[in-house]
C-alpha cells in the first residue's frame, strides 16, 4: 500500500505481524520473493527509464540496476529455507534448539542515490525473514519504491506486509524511528542523519542497522598493474556522478608511479561522457540536485585553496541541457590526507590523489579518516596484499578489483561507515530473534 500516513501505515504492518506472513513456511515465502524477482524482471525496462528519468542514472547503470535488485530477491528466495537453526548438546539430559524468528515491524529508510537497489537489499531479507516492512524512499526519488510496492503485492505479499510511504525524510523518519511499534530500523545514508536515529529509537530499544558514509581508499602500489589500476579506479570515484559511499574517492599512489599514475588517471576521466541520462552513450548523468552540484563545486575550490592542483574537471559542462545539475568529474593531484578534501564526505565527483612513500605509510593513511566502509588495494605482491587487506580498517575490501558488493557477500562498515551488515546470510541476521528453547528428557 502506497501512504501518507504513517501511523496508519504502522498499524497495517501490526496486523500484518500478528497474522498470516510471519507463519508462512520458509519455503512457501521464498517462493513468493521469486515471484517478486519474475515481476522486476518483466517490468525491467519501466523500472529502469523511471530510475534514469527520476535519479538522473544512465540508462544504462539503471538497467544494471534493476537486474541486481531482482537477483537480490532471487538469492533470498533461495536463501531463505537454508536460513537454519542449531541443536545444541547440553550437559543436562533434553534436547536444546536454536530457533529464527521474524523481530516484527520494520522500518526501511532508503536513500535517493541507489533507490530501487538498496530498497531491494533492506526489503529482499526482512520479507525472506516473515517481517512485515514500511519502506521509506528519499523525497527525492520515491517512484520505483511505489512500483516496486506494486510488484511485491502483485506477487502474493500480503497487502498490509508492505507499506511505501514518500514524503520529507525528517518528518517521517522521525515518525518511524521513535514508535514503538516499529522493532527493527534499517536506515542507508549520510551519518548525521544515522546517528540521529540511534538517539531517536533509543527509547524504544528498536534494533538497527546502519550504513553510512565513507571515504573509502584506492591504495596503489608500485608494483601492481597501475595502468590498469588508473583506468578501472576512474569510474570506482566517479560512477553514478560520485554519488555512492563506496566511492573511492582517495586515491594513494606510491611515490614512484604517482606522477605517471596521475596522467593516466587524468586523461580516462577526461574521455568519460557525461550527458543526458537516457542517451545510451552517457557515462555520467547530472547530479541529483543544484545543491548537491554546489557541494561538489565547493569542494573543489576547498581543495585549491589548501593547495591542492585541479588537473581537470570541476565544471560546468556547456554541451549538457541547462536544466540539469551536470558537473565534470573533477580531479586533484598533490593532496595531503589533513586537507578537507581528502578526510570529508563530497558525495560529488572529485578524486583526491594522494602520494605515499612505503607499505607502513600507506596503511596509516587510509586508516587515518573517521570513515572505514570500503577500499581496493592493487599489488602484485601477495604477502603485501594479505597484510595491508588485513591492517586497513574498513568493512569490504577488493584487491586488484574494484567492486564492492556482490549480493552473496556481506556489506557494511566500520567506524562512522555504520553498524551491522547487508547483503548475503549475514543480512538475515538483522531481521530475526534467536529462540533458544530446551525440551527436557525427564
Known amino acids: 500500500m502506497c501512504s501518507s500516513d504513517p501511523p496508519a501505515a504502522l498499524d497495517a504492518a501490526s496486523r500484518a505481524f500478528a497474522g498470516a506472513w510471519p507463519a508462512t513456511s520458509a519455503t512457501e515465502r521464498g517462493r513468493t520473493l521469486i515471484r517478486v524477482a519474475t515481476g522486476i524482471r518483466a517490468r525491467a525496462e519501466e523500472f529502469a527509464v523511471l530510475e534514469a528519468r527520476n535519479a538522473g542514472k544512465p540508462i544504462g547503470d539503471a538497467r544494471w540496476e534493476v537486474e541486481a535488485a531482482a537477483a537480490t530477491f532471487e538469492y533470498y528466495g533461495g536463501a531463505v529455507n537454508k536460513y537454519l537453526g542449531e541443536v545444541i548438546p547440553v550437559s543436562e539430559p533434553g534436547l536444546d534448539v536454536v530457533l529464527r524468528e521474524p523481530v516484527g515491524v520494520c522500518a526501511l529508510i ?12 533492506k526489503a529482499a531479507p526482512a520479507l525472506a525473514a516473515g517481517n512485515p516492512i514500511v519502506i521509506k524512499p528519499a523525497s527525492l526519488t520515491p517512484l520505483t519504491a511505489l512500483l516496486l510496492g506494486e510488484v511485491l503485492v502483485d ?16 518528518t517521517i523518519g522521525d515518525l518511524l524511528t521513535g514508535d514503538p511499534r516499529v522493532a527493527k530500523i534499517s536506515f542507508t545514508g549520510e551519518t548525521a542523519t544515522g546517528a540521529q536515529i540511534l538517539r531517536t529509537s533509543s527509547d524504544n530499544i528498536a534494533r538497527v542497522s546502519l550504513e553510512l558514509g565513507g571515504k573509502s581508499a584506492s591504495v596503489v602500489f608500485a608494483d601492481a598493474d597501475w595502468m590498469r589500476a588508473a583506468d578501472e579506479t576512474v569510474m570506482a570515484v566517479f560512477g553514478n556522478t560520485g554519488q555512492d559511499c563506496c566511492a573511492r574517492s582517495r586515491i594513494l599512489v606510491q611515490d614512484s608511479v604517482y606522477d605517471d599514475f596521475v596522467s593516466r588517471f587524468a586523461d580516462a576521466t577526461r574521455a568519460l561522457t557525461v550527458g543526458a541520462p537516457l ?38 559542462p556547456d554541451a549538457c541541457d541547462p536544466n540539469g545539475f551536470f558537473l565534470t568529474p573533477a580531479v586533484l593531484a598533490g593532496v595531503d590526507n589533513s586537507m578537507r578534501v581528502a578526510r570529508e564526505e563530497i558525495f560529488g565527483p572529485v578524486a583526491s590523489i594522494i602520494p605515499f612513500r612505503d607499505e607502513a605509510d600507506a596503511i596509516e593513511i587510509a586508516n587515518d579518516t573517521p570513515y572505514g566502509l570500503s577500499g581496493s588495494l592493487w599489488t602484485r605482491d601477495l604477502g603485501r596484499g594479505i597484510r595491508v587487506a588485513r591492517a586497513i580498517r574498513t568493512g569490504v575490501l577488493s584487491v586488484n578489483s574494484n567492486r564492492s558488493v556482490r549480493t ?35
Open 408 to 442: 552473496e557477500t556481506p556489506f557494511g562498515g566500520y567506524k562512522h561507515s555504520g553498524l551491522g551488515r547487508e547483503l548475503g546470510p549475514h543480512a538475515m541476521d538483522h531481521y530475526t530473534e534467536v529462540k533458544n528453547v530446551f525440551f527436557s528428557a525427564e
Open 279 to 316: 542517451d545510451a552513450t552517457t557515462e555520467l548523468g547530472p547530479m541529483i540536485s543544484a545543491a548537491q552540484r554546489r557541494i561538489a563545486q565547493d569542494y573543489v575550490g576547498i581543495g585549491v585553496e589548501a593547495g591542492a592542483e585541479l588537473v581537470t574537471g570541476g565544471e560546468v
Open 110 to 121: 532508503v536513500p535517493w542515490n541507489f533507490p530501487l537497489l538498496i530498497t531491494s537489499w
Open 155 to 170: 506477487a502474493g505479499l500480503p497487502p498490509e506486509a508492505v507499506s511505501v510511504i514518500p514524503g520529507p525524510g525528517r
